[in-house]
């Protein structure tokens, strides 16, 4: 059966949708969607094959737009997508997440919500910003933003998220009550004994191992940490890598060792490719060593930087790995990162990129 | 009644809403409810959850630039208009 790739990119200026067949080699662009708005999250749900795509725009504010028809047409809502009167509104919608037939969205000002009906209404899940440590969560560079969503694969009731910056949070009870989960992981912006607080540390992306709901690993603004225990204790795996600062991290589809990392040359050194030179980093064993994997990629003056959720990996045998740039770029890779293409250019700003294998 | 005047880049979220609707309302809150009522999800384009309206959108009655708990009299115009937003 003739198999459809879908990337599914969210910019500064709209969603678009690149699509391939199975052998990856030639890719077709459709879009802007969503009426250019600023899109930070665009995601399918497999189990649906509808698409979701959430932002905000200056405007209007924020919503979450949705397409039953892969992207032909779009509707948006943000019905119940509001704090209670009197706090600051909400800006933007800046993650979300398809899973057990419930979508979540992360919001910024940092807080989540949830949707039962495919995305046409939202209810707050109010536990999350009921948690003690929330007057010390601070906004980061991009806001103070909840943009990392993690769905257990089994269970409904456990979930993930990461919020920049007051650190990792997971719920065993479908987000009525929450714990953190950042101890092990640091933070260098604070006086050198309280590098290692209970909360408030700058996560920068949480990606879940395939198959092993425990298996974490996370980017940070201070190094690179895999977690065996579900995050609640984290090791650092930053040796070999040429910083500890970056932003995305994707897992493979189906090696829990396998990690695909675009580390960034430090958060006061411009935040681009070391030494402008472009290089994804691929582990093949948990982070115990890294490998740089430079082949098609720009070997000089490249000044860009990945966003957080500007990497993806596709579930082909060999997986597909592709990142979007600051630049407005998109790289794809056919064989597990070997080897890279520049599949599209002079696009906004990549926000993020995910991917869509469609049977027939 | 009243006209209320809509920005082009609004109803585009919402096909077949009209630039120019006339609607009875005593004020710009219920002016904006009867869109809602009318477009459901309208309300949150022009609101937000404060409640007040969205810090890059003006709203002007009869020229004057008014907020929700203006007052319109039979006869008014409503004007709903984006503000200089950059980026």
Redesign the interface.
Request: glycine fraction near 10%; charged fraction near 30%; hydrophobic fraction near 25%.
């Given at each position: 059966m003739a198999r459809r790739i879908l990337l599914l990119v969210g910019t500064k200026k709209g969603a678009f949708i690149l699509e391939s067949d199975s052998t990856r080699a030639e890719w077709t662009l459709r879009g802007p969607f969503c009426d250019t708005w600023p899109i930070h999250h665009v995601i399918a749900d497999p189990a649906t094959r509808r698409i979701f795509a959430g932002g905000g725009n200056e405007w209007f504010g924020p919503a979450v737009w949705r397409s039953d028809d892969l992207g032909e047409s779009w509707t948006h809502s943000s019905q119940g997508l509001a704090y209670e009167p009197g706090e600051t509104p909400i800006k933007a919608v800046w993650s979300l997440a398809a899973a057990h037939g419930v979508l979540h969205a992360g919001v910024e000002p940092a807080g989540l919500f949830r949707s039962e009906d495919g995305g046409q209404s939202f209810a707050h899940l109010k536990g999350l910003r009921d948690h003690p440590s929330r007057p010390e969560w601070q906004p980061g560079g991009g806001g103070l933003i909840l943009h990392g969503l993690l769905p257990h694969p089994q269970d409904p009731q456990q979930f993930w998220v990461a919020i920049s910056t007051g650190g990792v949070f997971h719920t065993a009870d479908g987000g009525e009550s929450w714990a953190p989960r950042n101890r092990g992981t640091r933070q260098d912006y604070a006086p050198e004994d309280q590098r290692y607080p209970e909360h408030g540390q700058c996560v920068h992306c949480l990606v879940m191992a395939p198959g092993q709901p425990d298996l974490l690993y996370q980017q940070n603004h201070c190094g690179m940490y895999r977690s065996e225990d579900g995050g609640r204790s984290w090791t650092s795996i930053e040796q070999g890598l040429p910083s500890s600062f970056g932003f995305p991290a994707a897992t493979h589809p189906r090696d829990p060792a396998t990690l695909f990392l675009l580390p960034l040359n430090g958060d006061q050194a411009g935040r681009f490719v070391p030494e402008a030179r472009a290089a994804v980093w691929r582990t093949r064993d948990g982070g115990a060593t890294w490998q740089a994997l430079r082949e098609g990629l720009p070997q000089q003056d490249a000044y860009f930087g990945v966003l957080r959720q500007a990497m993806a990996t596709d579930s082909l045998d060999r997986a597909g790995v592709y990142f979007g740039t600051s630049g407005g770029e998109l790289y794809a890779s056919a064989d597990e990162g070997e080897s890279w293409r520049c599949i599209a250019r002079h696009l906004p700003t990549i926000s993020s990129v995910e991917t869509l294998v469609l049977d027939g | 009644m009243v006209q209320v005047l809509l920005p082009a880049?609004?109803v585009?979220?919402f096909p077949g809403a009209p630039r120019q609707v006339e609607m009875d309302a005593a004020s710009v809150a219920q002016a904006i409810a009867a869109l809602d009522q009318r477009w459901?999800?309208m309300r949150?384009?022009?609101c937000?959850?404060?409640?007040a309206i969205?810090?890059?959108?003006k709203v002007f009655v009869d020229g004057e630039l008014a907020n929700l708990t203006t007052p319109l009299r039979p006869g008014a115009e409503l004007l709903v208009m984006?503000?200089m937003?950059g980026?």
């Open positions: - | 880049s609004l585009r979220l459901p999800g949150d384009r022009i937000d959850s404060t409640p969205r810090r890059h959108l984006t503000a937003s980026g």
